[in-house]
């Protein structure tokens, strides 16, 4: 096709595993490769390979990424001791996530997909929340203790030149249990740093909450760091931009986001963001239409769905059966990747192809077409497709829109 659209820098590709592998090729075929000459530099993170590769090729296409600036994953199986079975591979590899996590030092973006017949649960929200997590320390670097006898705790912090500074946590006259966590201002800022430009680039308020007046230090310094990063860097480009960043307590956080009707970006810290994005995420609807961005402070873009491999519809895939799995998420990877691969370069006719497939998808779902997941949630008339009749019937509309 001679009038399909140009790509001036390609993305960086990485395939995965199971079910979104075949989704991942079916989106390419039915919805991309007709409309773009698509360009990509392709990584296959598919687990056999990472076991050829002993896992070089997950550390290549983050570099990669480094190298080109925006990433389009495919969801990929993090092996646990079944898995090594499973694949008989040579060793428990990482969670690629993990890996591309810590060579590009990012923040992770998590977005409900919104459509008109699907409600929320929580009536007021009407545009999608954003969740922002922290992905460094806390509890998830925490180290314990349980005390079985009586005596004191106390926390010790050694400094380079033998200095000793310490702090009794508890006299304890019987068993208990004790935690020391910890975080860096290194970490902390590069995160209120992916905050603040993401909300820039989205163009949305941004939220942030502690505890800053339980944890008078721990919680007060990730309070003050977004704080003097906003001031000193952000505050003139939010009141260009029209939007705001709003601190609060996260109780009050807590509150507001449920009575707020959407439309912000709540950065979290890690535990925070763990359980509020799970909550955020199931009261839109479905994991199936959630989009997941990395961010990185260097400005280093990775696309991905939130869910997994949805290892229970390849199974029956592979047994013959008709499977009726959710695309969207992956489909809205891929958009996302192209709009920003657009933006970066100029190409607003890739930027266009992204708004108008997207559009053409919501579309489809708001007409009562959908996978089978979404019939349980929505409103009005349905009617359940397959996979690749939904990707066919997404195609229908892109086609139609381009016409009128
Ligand atoms: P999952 O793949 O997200 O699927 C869990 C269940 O959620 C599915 O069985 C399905 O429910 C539903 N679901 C998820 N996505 C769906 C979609 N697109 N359309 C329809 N239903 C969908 O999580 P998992 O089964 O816990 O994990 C499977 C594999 O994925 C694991 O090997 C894990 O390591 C990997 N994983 C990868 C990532 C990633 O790469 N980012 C993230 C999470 C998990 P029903 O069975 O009820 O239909
Ligand atoms: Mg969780």
Redesign the pocket.
Same mark, same amino acid.
């Given at each position: 096709m001679a009038d399909r659209i140009q790509m001036k820098v390609p993305l960086v590709e990485m395939d995965?595993?199971?079910m979104t592998r075949i989704i991942w090729q079916d989106i390419k075929d039915i919805l991309l490769t007709p409309y773009i000459d698509l360009k990509t530099v392709y990584y296959d993170l598919g687990l056999k390979k990472r076991d050829e590769t002993d896992d070089r090729i997950t550390v290549e296409a983050a570099e990669a990424t480094q190298k080109y600036g925006v990433a389009v994953?495919c969801?990929?199986?993090?092996p646990n001791a079944q898995?090594v079975k499973e694949y008989d591979l040579k060793q428990m590899w990482k969670s690629?996530?993990g890996t591309i996590r810590a060579i590009l030092d990012g923040t992770v973006f998590r977005t409900p997909i919104i459509v008109n017949n699907i409600k929320p649960f929580v009536k007021t929200w009407e545009k999608p929340i954003t969740i922002a997590r922290h992905a460094y320390g806390d509890v998830y670097k925490g180290v314990e203790m349980k005390i079985e006898t009586k005596g004191k705790a106390e926390i010790i912090f050694t400094g380079e030149d033998g200095h000793l500074s310490r702090e009794v946590i508890h006299d304890f006259a019987g068993p208990g249990i004790v935690m020391a966590m910890h975080n860096l201002d290194k970490s902390i800022e590069s995160f209120a740093r992916a905050c603040f430009n993401y909300a820039l680039d989205q163009r949305q308020d941004l939220w942030f909450a502690t505890k800053d007046t339980i944890s008078k230090k721990y919680d007060h310094t990730f309070k003050d760091i977004f704080q003097d990063i906003y001031a000193r860097e952000y505050h003139d480009k939010f009141s260009v931009a029209g939007i705001e960043y709003f601190y609060t307590l996260i109780d009050d956080a807590v509150a507001r986001v449920v009575r707020s009707s959407g439309g912000f970006i709540w950065a979290c810290k890690n535990y925070d963001g763990d359980v509020m994005s799970d909550m955020v995420a199931t009261a839109f609807g479905s994991?199936?239409m959630m989009t997941?961005v990395l961010v990185s402070p260097d400005g280093y873009f990775e696309y991905?769905?939130?869910?997994?491999?949805? =290892?229970?519809?390849y199974n029956q895939y592979l047994k013959g059966e008709e499977t009726s799995?959710?695309?969207v998420?992956?489909l809205f990877a891929w958009t996302g990747a192209l709009r920003k691969r657009g933006e970066l370069d100029g190409t607003s006719s890739l930027v266009q192809f992204a708004g108008e497939l997207e559009q053409a998808a919501l579309d489809t779902i708001e007409k009562g077409i959908m =996978?089978?997941?979404l019939a349980l949630l929505a409103e009005g008339d349905k009617k359940i497709v397959n996979t690749r009749e939904f990707l066919e019937e997404v195609n229908a509309r892109f086609k139609f829109m381009q016409k009128s």
């Open positions: 995965g595993d199971e994953k969801a990929t199986i993090t898995r690629p996530n994991l199936a997941s991905e769905a939130a869910h997994g491999t949805v =290892t229970r519809h799995t959710n695309p998420a992956t =996978t089978k997941d």
